[in-house]
């Protein structure tokens, strides 16, 4: 699925990547035109690519992982060599939540728009790591609760501000899910569409972490003791606070009994960034282009959307372990391996972007590297 062409942006032009998006409305449906869309990966495809690379100039298995990531991107592409996703965009989705109010954090809720102005001005860590692979950064408001000023690099997309406090009532409506799904599948569209074959995955939002240590506990049968961390650095009372907070926001939810679809859970314990995160990674699917999924927030932001839309786990690759053990958990689950395990915990897409090189490099492996035959080396007997 892919929308009309424009003319893409030049490189290095990611702080006008915000004035391509126009008004909210333009992401109506798009969740749902993409899930209908999206295909399944091609076998036939990574089979071409592992016979490709049995025939390199170098022992068979010898470059490790590089040689099953070749294999993925080839069948998400459709072909053999696949293409080198050498345009890479970063998308970080924010909001903030109504259950910092439980004690969750020791930091305020205004810190959310304040990094959100960090991002918009270069100056934050993921501004440092996304010039140093060339990926560009583009930041979305979908729930940040306090007045943002206008970039070109911001998109204003926000649903409501902020959520409702999970530990007394659903974090939004299915309605808003339903909108933040659509916003992060509409940004993932328009960015293919200008010319980016590569999606990272970026959030920020004071306190979401608890959010999504209750979705990974939720969607996988897990204690929340068992996938809760310590986010921005709390202390162990604070830790048990916060176990207790995601155990009575379960216990809550379970109460209310009826649906327990994907859409219903993630209205109810979730995150408006959260939600955008699990759209754009079924937008991305759609588009037939690998999705590069960060820390903690987008393995339960990825949780989400493989239940809302199976297939697009065929699209994803896990860029890092983040050191939050609900990542760890979502990673098993999700059946996806990370390339990297560098003790990262911050989130706003950097593990993931540090990944970068490593798929592009996968990519050129297959496209680039001699043959046996072409190279004139022999092969051993």
């Known amino acids: 699925m892919r929308e009309d062409n424009q003319e893409s942006p030049a490189a290095g032009s990611g702080q006008a990547l915000g004035a391509l998006f126009g008004d909210l409305g333009r992401f109506d449906g798009s969740f749902g035109r993409c899930a209908a869309a999206l295909e399944p990966a091609d076998p036939g495809a990574a089979a071409k690519a592992s016979e490709l690379q049995d025939k390199l100039t170098k022992p068979r298995g010898a470059l490790g992982a590089l040689e099953p990531i070749g294999a993925r991107l080839a069948a998400m592409a459709g072909s053999s060599p696949p293409p080198l996703p050498d345009r890479a965009a970063v998308a970080i989705f924010a909001g903030d939540h109504g259950v910092i109010s439980e004690g969750v954090t020791p930091w305020p809720a205004e810190v959310t728009a304040q990094m959100v102005a960090n991002f918009c001005a270069g100056g934050a860590a993921i501004n440092v790591l996304a010039r140093q692979v060339g990926a560009e950064v583009l930041v979305v408001d979908v729930g940040v609760a306090s007045p943002l000023?206008?970039?070109?690099?911001?998109v204003q997309a926000r649903v409501r501000d902020g959520t409702a406090n999970i530990a007394q009532g659903p974090a939004m409506s299915t309605s808003e899910a339903t909108s933040a799904l659509d916003v992060g599948a509409g940004v993932a569209c328009l960015l293919v569409s200008q010319g980016f074959n590569c999606l990272i995955t970026g959030d920020m939002g004071i306190g979401n972490t608890t959010?999504?240590?209750?979705?990974?506990?939720?969607?996988?049968?897990t204690?929340?003791?068992?996938?809760?961390?310590?986010?921005?650095?709390i202390d162990d009372s604070m830790l048990a606070h916060k176990v207790d907070v995601i155990s009575r926001a379960l216990a809550r939810f379970e109460r209310l009994g009826g649906g327990r679809s994907p859409l219903e859970i993630l209205a109810g314990l979730g995150g408006l960034e959260i939600a955008a995160l699990a759209g754009f990674v079924v937008g991305g699917a759609a588009q037939r282009v690998p999705v590069l999924i960060d820390g903690v927030i987008s393995c339960a932001a990825t949780l989400v959307a493989k239940a809302l839309c199976p297939g697009c786990i065929d699209y994803c690759i896990a860029g890092h372990r983040s050191s939050e053990p609900g990542a760890s958990v979502?990673?098993?689950?999700?059946?996806?391996?990370?390339?990297l395990d560098l003790g990262l915990r911050l989130g706003e897409g950097t593990g993931a972007c540090l990944c970068l090189p490593i798929v592009q490099s996968a990519a050129r492996v297959l496209a680039e590297m001699a043959t046996f035959d072409s190279a004139g080396v022999a092969q051993k007997s």
């Open 149 to 154: 000023e206008s970039s070109p690099r911001l």
């Open 211 to 221: 959010p999504s240590a209750a979705l990974i506990s939720i969607l996988t049968g």
């Open 223 to 233: 204690a929340p003791s068992e996938v809760t961390g310590r986010g921005t650095g």
């Open 330 to 339: 979502a990673l098993k689950a999700l059946g996806l391996d990370p390339l």
